[in-house]
């Protein structure tokens, strides 16, 4: 996992923007240099890594309380996340009601048709569907929520909540957590705010746009602390 340089991070962030919400955690991926994932979870542990590196150990947000509507600042160490998942049970077939299930996990490919589903309901028909590529008759219902299961324990990072106590009404819930959009939504802060320091330094000191990204970060600060003092 690399820490993206800010000429190459901007470069990144005009690809992935252009592309529609399921897409763009591959994407985030690649811009990394990282290689692709084989399932989602191991995809959502490889973008928390990506995160941690690029934006630091934490993840910060704002969740509403479903009791009272307040909004809770959250803060999750992205260390302590990754501790306290439990360990990936193996994927093997699973016997259920008289039939034999030769399964594998979800990838990225999946989530992108299960999107396109058109609800919920069918998109999380797709998935588990794709999961079991040798066909047959379709899943009942009974194969259904067992085949959930093992899929869920096979690949934590899949599904990863926590829990927030409201400090208004004191209801706790169980928040979930999509690692893709806190990284996009830090890595599209941090392209919006170099624009805004090379707008500043091009219309004071009139260098080029490369000139100014190729310039450390601590010395871009001065110089725009040196601007702003006038
Ligand atoms: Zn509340």
Do not use: K
């Not at 150990?57 to 959250?74: I, M, Q, W």
């Amino acid at each position: 996992m690399v820490a993206l340089a800010p000429a190459a991070l901007l470069a990144a962030w005009e690809q992935v923007r252009e592309l529609p919400p399921p897409h763009r955690p591959a994407a985030l991926l690649r811009a990394f240099g990282a290689p692709p994932q084989t399932s989602v979870g191991r995809r959502d542990a490889a973008l928390l890594d990506a995160f941690a590196e690029n934006f630091g150990p934490s993840l910060e947000g704002l969740a509403r309380c479903p009791g009272c509507g307040t909004e809770v600042e959250l803060s999750v160490s992205v260390a302590e996340l990754t501790a306290g998942m439990p360990p990936a049970r193996p994927v093997e077939p699973l016997d259920v009601g008289g039939r034999t299930l030769h399964w594998r996990l979800p990838d990225d490919g999946d989530l992108v048709a299960a999107a396109q589903a058109g609800s919920p309901e069918r998109g999380a028909l797709v998935l588990l569907s794709r999961c079991v590529p040798d066909g047959g008759r379709p899943l009942d219902a009974q194969e259904r929520v067992a085949l959930a299961e093992c899929v869920e324990a096979a690949d934590p990072f899949a599904d990863i909540t926590f829990t927030l106590t409201c400090p208004g009404c004191a209801t706790v819930w169980d928040s979930p957590l999509d690692p893709a959009e806190f990284l996009w939504a830090r890595f599209a802060a941090r392209a919006r705010r170099l624009l805004g320091e090379v707008d500043e330094l091009a219309r004071a000191y009139g260098w080029p746009e490369r000139e100014i990204l190729a310039l450390p970060q601590a010395r871009r600060d001065s110089y725009l602390e040196l601007v702003r003092r006038g």
